[in-house]
């Protein structure tokens, strides 16, 4: 059997010229990157600002096990699969990080037949973008501490400076920790500590931004401290919001590439879903609704954390709303939601099968609730027995949802042509009516018991009292009609990632809240999860080389 890697180096890709021309977009319109990628010119986004928009399919799932979901996969697989039946359909995905791949995942284009080509270069620095997204953010801190240095005229209360600075590694080593020592040639030691690029407000407000003008004008409305009267510093105090947006103008233009059917594939910015927002720019969104049919994009992680931020951040920040939602899962996750250890997960196992099969349920009912029609795809692993297939049928069917098999990894777009003609005809049905959690004028912690007691199935949320008067404070400042960012463990829908299922009735302990003036949300930072993870005990690092001939090995 091929690896993903292998595969991918097998398909024949066409010219990113003549991908760009499937969607009318002529050699003006785009900026090449070598032969197979390019940028969509500020130009032509601008141009199709005002064109008609096709139809927007959200994609999401289950909560990430062990196991596997195939989200990005499933992805693919049914945007090759509407084109294949027809429907001029443009993918928008989130770009990869680094961290994770080098970490753990090893890669995030899809796998098998349903993958982003060129698989190496997306998984690998791409464009460039993440490390204009990082120098900016990185920018900014500099000049905080270089304006304290040379007499903090803004009388910048160093206590009270919540701007960290950001890289796009897993390093914990970096999470906490003391600069400026040295000596007064080195500054003013104070404490600060690093986040992950894809944490950083600064990729936030990129992945929110409309144009550069909106950006600018974000990215001078962050909060990066108080003063010592604890009123807010802002970027534009410091001056620093034109040259932050000059390191993002190039970046700031959607990447196009293609898939190994050679369909035309958007992958722009790369939040994630457990930190952060969790989706792809709004400006390649966008710009993919004017360009197609159709429009498949995807959310992080599990429905509880990456669809309900799409829609109740990047939707009702960006005016989007989705006409279906695709939720993916295997029957090995479900299984081992059902408490089926991973290395028995090939046997079948009916009973253990509808005891994790709460945990879809739910998710299918979270989607409900905000007025979306929903249907599952069934990501298929050969192990998989027909009467688990028919086992998640009959629970789907139960909740007035249809079930899927789709056989995409193995078959490409072709495996997934079942699942397309179901979310066309979701589509054509026009029953959509997006409704969201909760409304703007909400205090607060309102919202965040809200999105904890009806998308989590919590009781409640806790935090202690300086939390709730930090909200307070933001709302008197004007800040009270921003949505919520949760930050949670991706594993589960409490804030412990060992509880599997659909677990009720929990907890939802509040720790810390961020302010992100300029993306527009308050960030809820819940339990043990963080901002800059750790590396795993054996990285997918080590096993990430060159071969002989200077192909890439081990990254899938």
Known sequence: MLSDIEIARTAKKRPITEVAAKLGLGP???????????????????????????????VTSINPTPAGEGKTTTTVGLGDALNRIGKRTVICLREPSLGPNFGMKGGAAGGGYAQVIPMEDLNLHFTGDFHAITSAHNLLSAMIDNHIYWGNELGIDTRRITWRRVMDMNDRALRDMVVSLGGPSNGLPRETG????????????????????????????????????????????LKADGAMTALLRDAFQPNLVQTIENNPVLVHGGPFANIAHGCNSVSATRTALAL???????????????????LDIKCRLADLAPEAVVIVATIRALKMNGGVEKTDLDREDVAALKRGGVNLARHISNMQKFGLP???????????????????????????????????????????????????????????????LYGDNQPLWEKIQTISRKIYGASHADAPPAVLNQLKRWEEAGHGAMPICMAKTQYSFSAD????????GHVIPVREVRLAAGAGFVVAICGDIMTMPGLPRRPTAERIGLTPEGELDGLF
């Open 28 to 58: 003006d319109d785009i900026l090449p990157y070598g032969h197979d990628k390019a940028k969509i010119t500020h130009a032509a986004v601008s141009r199709l600002a005002d064109a008609p928009k096709g139809r927007l399919i959200l």
């Open 194 to 237: 690093f986040d992950i690029s894809v944490a950083s407000e600064v990729m936030a407000i990129f992945c929110l931004a409309t144009s550069l003008a909106d950006l600018q004008a974000r990215i001078a409305r962050i909060v990066i401290g108080y003063d010592r009267n604890k009123q807010p510093i802002t970027a534009a105090d």
């Open 292 to 310: 197609g049919e159709y429009t498949v994009t995807e959310a992080g992680f599990g429905a509880d954390l990456g669809a309900e931020k799409f």
């Open 374 to 436: 929903v249907v599952v795809a069934i990501n298929h692993f050969v192990s998989d027995t027909d009467a688990e297939v028919e086992t998640v049928r009959s629970l789907c069917a139960d909740l007035g949802v249809e079930a899927i098999r789709c056989t995409h990894w193995a078959d490409g777009g072709a495996g997934a042509e079942d699942l397309a003609r179901a979310v066309v005809a979701l589509a054509d049905k026009g029953e959509a009516d997006l409704h969201l």
């Open 497 to 504: 990632p060992a509880m599997l299922g659909a677990p009720s």
